[in-house]
């Protein structure tokens, strides 16, 4: 069992960007798929971005070009770049992590606006 703590979020001016964290405990994530869902107040969780553990990476079309998914496997960290926000992107953000089974982090909020 993988423990996450997401952090990172905050307040940010449209066009601002943040970086998100996500610290993994209990066992080491090489092995694991990850990724990064956002829940808007009023609305079902999405996916947002994929790491395989090979790397591959995979968008939501609404963030393409504009985010990044990464990982530091010595770290146990996930992070995911957000550049050019909007105050769409304004939800609260939750790390997943997938072997055998399914782990979620608490989520970390994060407002954009002016």
């Known amino acids: 069992q993988v423990q996450l703590v997401e952090s990172g979020g905050g307040l940010v001016q449209p066009g601002g960007s943040l970086r998100l964290s996500c610290a993994a405990s209990g066992s080491s994530f090489t092995n694991y798929v990850m990724a990064w869902y956002r829940q808007a107040p009023g609305k079902e969780r999405e996916l947002v971005a994929t790491i395989t553990r090979g790397g591959t990476t995979n968008y939501a079309d609404s963030v393409k070009g504009r985010f990044t998914i990464s990982r530091d496997s010595a770290k146990n960290t996930l992070f995911l770049q957000m550049n050019s926000l909007q105050p769409e992107d304004t939800a609260v953000y939750y790390c997943?992590?997938?072997?055998?089974?399914?782990?979620w982090g608490q989520g970390t909020q994060v407002t954009v606006s002016s």
């Open positions: 997943y992590a997938r072997r055998f089974q399914i782990s």
